[in-house]
């Protein structure tokens, strides 16, 4: 009898800005992860981050339609199955790993327990780790404003300490003097630079269950009531589309002054811009007052490209910054604001 495959996951979690698609898009290069099958979930029904990741792996899923701790659970059981299905009847190659990246602000509690009750999921699937990121410049007041943050670094495996090398020894030293509170025994690297080589996670999380207590913890203490967990309440998303070609240099600082502006309530201002040279990516950086722009590659993907921007938002209308940013970067006429992911 041929012996039965279990095919290992890898989740990646982190609060929104942590750092973790650019780590991912890294990883997704390295022959350690050849093979892998990407999941990425996008709170929104407009995916960014997928695309950002498709110049590094063709092999990338997009879960819309809400978090994968609440509303897109269901999303994600399918989406294993369908790979599952797909491998067995050999309509795609046998994936040597399934990395899923979550929302920045997902519980990672519900979906281990999901993976480990379903039937059909928990036989052919197997959680080799939970990967949090956290940024080292502002972990400790992520810690205290966001209790999504604090359930993330409960539940990781293995921590990562992203962005040191935009930060002071002081702030390094702090974000992890947080995570050794909520999280004593975890394993805690650090990226600077977007730059971890995925073999070091790998290999970390290699470790004997015996050698690393922490490695399930968050899974075997998980609390069940998190089922009910609903970002609704409180968190909102937009989406801005954009003209076909815009200028950076005219967006940039409209986008700065939306973070002065809203401040903690602007939980993401991130998308893709179509310029006269090119494709980027951009997004607001709270943490230096700056604008990151990266050159992107196209891709082989069916999905038209949809230029513009996801903006995602705590006890504030996302909608309301749409409009505003709008008013600043595109002709009058031109902007097509929607809530909830809806460009107009």
Not at 59 to 80: I, P
Not at 175 to 190: F, Q, Y
Not at 328 to 340: F, S
């Amino acid at each position: 009898m041929a012996e039965r495959r279990i095919t290992p996951i890898l989740l990646i979690t982190g609060f929104l800005g942590s750092g973790k698609t650019t780590l991912l898009a890294q990883w997704l290069r390295s022959p350690a992860l050849s093979g892998a099958q990407a999941i990425v979930n996008e709170f929104g029904e407009v995916g960014i981050d997928d695309r950002l990741l498709q110049s590094s792996s063709e092999q990338t899923v997009l879960l819309e339609n809400g978090c994968a701790c609440c509303t897109a659970g269901e999303d994600l059981a399918a989406t294993l199955e369908r790979i599952f299905w797909q491998q067995l009847n050999r309509d795609i190659p046998p994936l040597s790993w399934v990395l899923i990246e979550t929302t920045g602000v997902a519980d990672p509690g519900p979906i281990l327990d999901m993976l480990a009750r379903d039937p059909l999921l928990s036989e052919r699937y197997r959680i080799a780790g939970t990967v949090t990121m956290l940024d080292a410049r502002h972990g400790p007041a992520l810690v205290a404003t966001h209790e999504e943050c604090r359930h993330q670094i409960e539940q990781a495996s293995l921590m990562v300490v992203t962005k040191t090398d935009l930060s002071t020894a002081k702030e390094i030293a702090d974000t992890e003097a947080v995570i050794r509170r909520l999280s004593p025994n975890v394993p805690i690297l650090k990226s600077a630079k977007a730059s971890l080589p995925i073999e070091v996670v790998l290999e970390l999380l290699a470790v004997p269950l015996e050698a690393s207590p922490q490695r399930h913890r968050g899974h075997e203490a998980h609390d069940h009531d998190h089922h009910v967990h609903d970002h609704a309440a409180t968190i909102d998303s937009a989406f801005l589309g954009l003209p076909d070609i815009v200028d950076i240099e005219r967006i940039a600082p409209v986008l700065i002054q939306a973070g002065h502006r809203f401040g903690p309530a602007l939980l993401r201002l991130k998308g893709i811009v179509m310029a006269r040279d090119g494709l980027y990516g951009i997004q607001l950086d709270p943490g230096r007052g700056g604008v990151e722009v990266s050159a992107l590659f196209p891709t082989a993907s069916k999905t038209p490209l949809r230029p513009g921007l996801t903006i995602i938002t705590r006890s504030v209308a996302a909608a309301t910054i749409a409009a505003l940013v709008a008013c600043c970067t595109v002709n009058p006429g031109t902007a097509q604001v929607g809530a909830e992911g809806e460009a107009k």
